[in-house]
């Protein structure tokens, strides 16, 4: 051990704080003996004092002002763990005026400000690590960033998401509804008491920004995200797509297209033999497709006391060992250069390109199915399969299964369907991913 | 772009050597916005000569003479990817003497010789990456080595070797033998004319030595590893394993136990719902258990022209990033600092802690498996399943499961058992890995 241990503030001892602080204490001769050096936790910023410092003990600083932390002259590395992008903002941005180098595992911050974030950072030579925002102890970033550097990346989709893909295993193992399944996961402690962020897909989102910037070297645009979520997904799709080969997943996806990016979070069917559709309850995983590497896939627990922390703890460890490094050759925030992004486009989803999956309820009677082939025909919709079962005497449910298409080609034909005479319910509208 | 560009002088320009050279040219544009310098090979060295001037054009040096790239004043960075560990040892330790990066993608001599080139690159303060030695295009060691740096890792398994996977795949899938399925293999460039290295497991205990090196902080100990390959593998084994809700696999397994470390290569039995079973054909995966990140996988092509040169290349990036950087702040090459490395033995196969599948034919007769059962409790190894079925008239086939027993056990009773007067056959023995 050559030099003086580093010393780090954290901000927040919740589960993932609260992890970190056990992580390096339980492993720190293991971690000595990568890094070089000792890693400390010097002072903690946490709403409740006399609790932390059952924790931490004496030799701590322990505070209700985080500002105190972030402005400490002793401490080398920030790591923020406070959650949101309000006060955790403030926090990072001070972190950074004052010359600190930050670990966060923030990924809403990061996906709405990042750009903000990453420029000061830039301006003031330090690091903003962030691997514990994606896909908990998973080491994706340092996977697309370090790992693929010598790729063109062309697409990747990931499962990032473990409450949803709870709620989906328990759905389709268990055939429960959502309300069911997501009752179920909220009791065990996989979904919060408000999970709209989880369900909707805004949690994916943000990941799936931060690994889009990462792969192509664009912005970060949040904004630009399509966001689903599977709140309204219906049950029987998990049989139909099962019975056809299929599991449903929610997956974020982005895509390098000619003439743009396309950056989406929603429920997709993903052929049954593939990896990825085999990724079950909380668990994380993500698909990348690299020009030269082909496809390699990422997986393990997404979020998490301890998974969290180990990606946290990483960080720690690599922002060590450059700490006397040059900034500029430092890896890139967003894996490239800042003065060699990107300003390709984020696509709008009707240019986005897919297959799909359409059910519908119609009359049974004939003449039906040539009236609703016409329609997809005229719309440029290629149909790769179609299944029909009676529903009742009258009526009967029949799903299509398209090649790919346009998404904006897929609004006009549902557009057109549902004025049909015979059509009696809305059109169900998934998209199939083959990840190939 | 800052700087001036690296200059890399190519070791060899055959599979992996001309898919470098594909990759820095189809990317450079790419590759340079991550960099932020430019990666340029000045120099190759290669036997036919008239041949590689075709692809590398008129402005790099053409020779046969490796020393002569190796000994050149204006590269930074030496590519070895002439294989073997004679000549490209002497070619290695000498770059390394002129103060020369070195990137290579050879398992064998690292395997054999790592201890040596890694001291002297440390005394020399030089990088010798390695990422390509070891899976392909998958960045497994980056992973170990920085992703998961805040772990004690407890295990790891991998299917490290394409063209034993793609053998066993076919011979699964196809009901063949294990010689058809090699001369398919044979036939399609999966295995070679002289397919020894990778049936009998030679090629996967060389990477899996420098896995085990990278997860526990130990030297390099190939010659400890213990090596089983799939040549005497027989069909009915993978039915009766795929009956019972396995596939069989050839894992790289090395584990911490507390008395030692296991380092082994053999086919396995592994349960039907792993990710790992499920890894076909001709790709690679490996499972790494952490303490703080529980498992996570790894996955992608393993071998071949650009999934190994994506590999190369991004240590290309690497080592530019690092160029100036102070020697002692850079990772380690064997992800521990040499002077803090573990003397943990690694462990006789008689102390191994393994599940197990026995099979042996036996007479048909009261009392035979009272006979087998007292021999396996005498040695205590515990039975978790027992399976029979006839034969012939007069004789049956018993495959027995164990829970978890030491392999020195389970050599004892097989001992015992071969001598049993009812005993018809030898004892096929495979382990059995559960991956929890």
Not at 283 to 307: F, K, R
Not at 324 to 336: K, M, N, S, W, Y
Not at 348 to 353: A, H, K, T, Y
Request: glycine share 8%; hydrophobic share 45%.
């Amino acid at each position: 051990m050559s030099s003086s241990p580093v010393k780090v503030g954290l901000l927040g001892l919740g589960v993932v704080g609260g992890g970190t602080w056990k992580v390096l204490a339980r492993n720190a001769q293991e971690i000595a003996r990568r890094a070089g050096r000792n890693i400390e936790i010097v002072a903690v910023a946490v709403r409740d004092v006399p609790k932390a410092r059952q924790m931490v003990g004496e030799d701590v600083l322990v505070t209700r002002d985080a500002f105190e932390v972030v402005r400490h002259p002793d401490i080398d590395i920030v790591v923020e763990l406070i959650g949101g992008d309000t006060l955790a903002h403030d926090l990072v941005m001070e972190a950074i005026q004052q010359g600190k180098h930050v670990v966060t595992a923030n990924k809403a911050l990061l996906a709405k400000h990042g750009n903000e974030v990453f420029a000061a950072a830039h301006a003031k030579g330090v690091m903003v690590a962030f691997e514990a925002a994606v896909a908990g102890g998973i080491p994706i970033i340092k996977a697309i960033r370090e790992g693929l550097s010598a790729n063109r990346i062309q697409w990747l989709a990931g499962i990032i998401n473990g409450t949803t893909n709870y709620i989906l295993s328990e759905m389709r193992m268990k055939g429960l509804s959502f309300a069911e399944a997501l009752a179920d996961a909220q009791r065990l402690g996989y979904a919060e008491a408000d999970p709209t962020f989880d369900i909707e897909g805004v949690d994916a989102a943000h990941k799936l920004t931060l690994l889009a910037s990462l792969a192509f070297g664009i912005p970060v645009q949040f904004d630009k995200a399509y966001t689903e979520g599977i709140s309204n997904l219906a049950s029987e799709d998990i049989d139909h797509a099962e019975r056809l080969g299929y599991r449903i997943k929610l997956l974020g996806i982005t895509r390098r297209r000619e003439t743009g990016i396309e950056l989406r979070v929603h429920p997709a069917l993903v052929p049954m033999e593939r990896l990825l559709a085999n990724v079950e309850g909380a668990m994380n995983a993500v698909q990348v497709y690299g020009d030269a590497v082909g496809g390699t896939l990422y997986y393990g627990q997404g979020a998490g006391e301890l998974p969290t922390a180990s990606a946290v703890v990483a960080d720690l460890v690599d922002v060590t060992r450059l700490l006397a490094a040059d900034p500029e050759h430092r890896v890139p925030h967003l894996a490239f250069q800042p003065d060699a992004m990107d300003d390709i486009p984020i696509l709008p989803m009707s240019e986005v390109l897919s297959s799909y999956y359409l059910r519908l309820r119609v009359e049974d009677r004939p003449g039906v199915l040539a009236d609703l082939a016409r329609i997809l025909a005229d719309c440029e919709i290629s149909i790769g399969s179609m299944f029909q079962e009676p529903h009742s005497v009258n009526d009967a449910d029949i799903i299509f299964l398209s090649h790919q298409a346009r998404e904006g080609a897929v609004d006009l034909a549902m557009e057109k369907i549902r004025t049909l005479p015979f059509v009696k319910s809305e059109v169900t509208r998934l998209r199939v991913e083959n990840l190939l």
